[in-house]
């Protein structure tokens, strides 16, 4: 068992063409900070991106290198993808009005859903999907908004 501390065990990780950009609409749509981000030139080599006690990780995509010859980018498998981002949010409405606002594409609307909370869908702009929402898994049942 992993010992306790701050943040998250498991960490998304995503590559993009264009990191550094998508680095910013990241904190700008989402509301994502910066944490650090280690760069050569214009590729980023390593951003860290956190959001509460989560965080994501990312980096500019290519296909040097052992971990990057087992990536695609959405684009290259049919504007598929194969895993997404959930993000608990305290306000999914001011969230998803922020983020609609800010460019992002909605995939799935903002509901009500059948297992607690509520939450939508959008696709960043190099194509991954992303979830935000009150539901909680952490929360006993009966404690979600």
Not at 18 to 44: E, N, S, T
Not at 77 to 93: L, N, W
Not at 94 to 107: E, R
Request: proline share 6%.
């Amino acid at each position: 068992m992993p010992a306790s501390r701050r943040g998250s065990t498991v960490i998304p990780t995503l590559s993009y063409r264009d990191a550094p950009a998508m680095i910013d609409w990241l904190v700008r749509a989402f509301g994502f900070q910066k944490q650090a981000v280690y760069m050569d030139g214009d590729v980023v080599l390593h951003a860290q991106l956190t959001w509460g006690d989560g965080m994501i990780m990312l980096g500019s995509s290519g296909k040097d290198g052992d971990w990057a010859k087992l990536m695609a980018q959405p684009d290259e498998i049919g504007g598929r993808s194969t895993h997404g981002v959930c993000v608990i949010v305290t306000d999914p409405d001011a969230h998803y009005a922020h983020a609609k606002t800010a460019g992002a594409t909605i995939v799935i609307d903002i509901a009500d859903q059948h297992y607690g909370g509520r939450g939508y869908a959008a696709r960043d702009p190099e194509g991954y999907v992303w979830w935000f929402g009150s539901y909680d898994p952490w929360n006993p049942e009966g404690e979600n908004p």
